[in-house]
């Protein structure tokens, strides 16, 4: 399947955002994530399908100050 993950073409053989992450090696309770725009929470990741050419945006908290 074509995804566009964080602005980056990509070739990924999965079906949900959930096996998404997983294969990426994105884990935690601290992501937010949105596909083409819309963000999708925490507990309906291994619901949501994925289809080629989505635009899967994955965020993580940074550390700073």
């Given at each position: 399947?074509?995804?566009i993950v964080n602005g980056e073409p990509q070739?990924?053989?999965v079906a949900t955002l959930s096996e998404l992450l997983v294969?990426?090696?994105y884990e935690?309770?601290?992501l937010a994530t949105a596909v083409n725009g819309e963000l999708v929470h925490r507990e309906d990741?291994?619901?949501h399908a994925l289809n080629?050419?989505?635009?899967?945006?994955?965020l993580t908290?940074?550390?700073g100050g």
């Open positions: 399947m074509r995804l070739t990924i053989a294969t990426l090696d935690g309770d601290w990741r291994a619901d080629d050419n989505d635009r899967i945006e994955i908290p940074m550390q």
